[in-house]
């Protein structure tokens, strides 16, 4: 978030004080109208922390409450709100309910003992003020607990609740205090929307360390925070609206992500002068005497992927010319079966672990799938002089990490660029969000088109072969990885159309993503 910041400090350089975050508190507030439908009437909960993004919720609800919203803030530390995000929301006749800290979670608590009268007096002055903190002597568990009741009161009566406890300032799991009132957010019935970011998440990584708030819209200001694509957190943002607030941010991005346009681009299309071996020939080295099903869907990916031609090794010969024909089967192993543009080796290939090494030792662009992962020497993928493509999912790569899969599900972007760098090969870690990492750094590619319809058996290998025939057509293993996830995804949307699909379904619909690629780009 580092560059986020200075775009910011440069920007707030240019600008009258406050005027970024009435932009972010301006769109927050449409956004906000936006889901209300009428704002007149409607009971709005801000829950507040003690930096700018509690800012931006008391700004964006006293523009409600100018509306005719009847606002109450949610003060996690009182004394250290924004002051006048505060102020404009009481001019606009908002309400603020004080939590008052747990003593033993928060240093406020120690400040109120000093007596702190500001408190009082403001309040005082506020008559609608929900918690009266008449001294700070009062602070006790008792009062805390009140506190927190009176909050979680407004909380449940609530027809719209703001997440505005952290962003991107927050350091480390939500502390105690504000994972109360996470919990609370939790079991609103009412539409959450989390300022900026939900609290609780990461946002550089998507990792998410303890409680966080899960929100149903996340409005998030000047660029999409690289967490907010990624899951865990993704799941926690719910959909994502971006405010433009006139950041001009430099450098290289965190995460990129594929659109339409960029795959039309990628899509290998025959010219005039093409052949079958122009376009590329596709090895694949799959299946087993266990597993022949494996071979015929990675064809069956492979057949729909652009090559010209798709070879097949193995012992599923059979099973896979049975359903499709036009495969050249080989019954020799990969180092004698004639020459193709790129091998995919592994999905369901049980120990066969001669064809990875014969594979490997080839010098077109080779894709690792499934026990083909498990098999490969690591020394010999680095000492590869073509491209390498890696396609586990979270338990392979798990298990190439030497992690237990919970932790490779909790920081997916971490552990993609690890195992990438470890292997000196791209990696395409599978799962609820795709991503496609290079060894040299750069922008991780995360696939925008993935739907849990293709979590079913077989769909990996469907991706595998359809990976492995870009790169035959000629695609480098990041654009081929990307590519492929994104066409997959989209056959899966196509494919399922909200019912259960087979993995083969998802081959079949490939050539309709195609279509709609080339279709409906720019
Ligand atoms: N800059 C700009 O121009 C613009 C910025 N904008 C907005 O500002 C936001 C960033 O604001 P920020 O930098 O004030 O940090 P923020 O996210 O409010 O968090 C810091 C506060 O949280 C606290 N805290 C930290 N960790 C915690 C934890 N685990 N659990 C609990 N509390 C924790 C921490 O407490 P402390 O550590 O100081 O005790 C501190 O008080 C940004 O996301 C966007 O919304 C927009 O208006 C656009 C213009
Ligand atoms: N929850 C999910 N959301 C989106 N895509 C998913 C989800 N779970 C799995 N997938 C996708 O489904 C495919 C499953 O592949 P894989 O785990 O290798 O299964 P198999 O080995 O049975 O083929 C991958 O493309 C993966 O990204
Ligand atoms: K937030």
Redesign the pocket.
Known sequence: METV?AA?RE??ARLPEGA??Q???AGLAAACADLLGRVYGRRVVLLV????????ALYAGARLARRGAGVTAVL??PE?AHAAGLAALRRAGGRTVEITATAETDKTADTAKNGDTAKTADTAKNGDTAKTAETADTADTADTAKTFETAEHAIRNADLLLD????????????PD?ARLAAFADSARCAVVA???PSGVDADTGEVRGAAVRADLTVT??THKPGLLVDPAREYAGSVRLVD?GLDLPGEPVLEALQHADVRRLLPVPSGESDKYRRGVVGIAAGSARYPGAAVLAVAGALRGGAGAVRYVGPAGDAVLARFPETLVSDRGPRQAGRVQAWVVGPGAGDDASAVAEVLASDVPVLVDADGLRLADRDAVRARTAPTLMTPHAGEAAALLGVPREEVEGARLASARELAARYDATVLLKGSTTLVADPGGGAVRVNPTGTAWLATAGSGDVLSGLAGSLLASGLGALDAGSTAAYLHGLAGRFAADGAPVGAHDVADAVPEAWRDVRDLAD
Do not use: H, Q, Y
């Open positions: 910041r910011e920007l707030m970024l975050m932009r972010a508190a922390g003690s930096g700018d993004n509690g800012g931006d996690l530390a250290r505005g406890i952290v962003g991107i300032g927050g350091k480390g799991g939500l502390r504000a300022v900026d970011l200001f000047g607030i």
